[in-house]
Nanobody, 118 residues
């Protein structure tokens, strides 16, 4: 049974930084992509950043230049470094891993709250 365990997040003032981590517990193979999503109150879940097995990345326009996604393949982990945080970044952040092993799989972390406020 694979679980994605998230850590990090919390409360920070505007302009501050936070780092989110997500690691898979249990055996997971052939990860095609890892990503971070977020959902603010009253809004739909949106993609924040993704990184593929080859290392290519993409970001939501709203976080480009401020957030950086990275991965550690040996640890089956993905990270999100968030700098210059803004109040509009406040949301619950979820990590995600998708791949294929006898069938497509799609795993989600438990979510972690990020609050940016003065």
């Amino acid at each position: 049974q694979v679980q994605l365990v998230q850590s990090g997040g919390g409360f920070v003032q505007p302009g501050g930084s936070l780092r989110l981590s997500c690691a898979a517990s249990g055996s997971i193979f052939n990860i095609n992509a890892m990503g971070w999503y977020r959902q603010a109150p009253g809004k739909e879940r949106e993609l924040v950043a993704a990184i593929r097995s080859g290392g290519s990345t993409n970001y939501a326009d709203s976080v480009k230049g401020r957030f950086t996604i990275s991965r550690n393949n040996a640890k089956n982990a993905v990270y999100l470094q968030m700098n210059s945080l803004k109040p509009e970044d406040t949301a619950v952040y979820y990590c995600n891993m998708v791949g294929y092993l006898g069938g497509q799989y799609d795993y989600w972390g438990q979510g972690t709250q990020v609050t940016v406020s003065s």
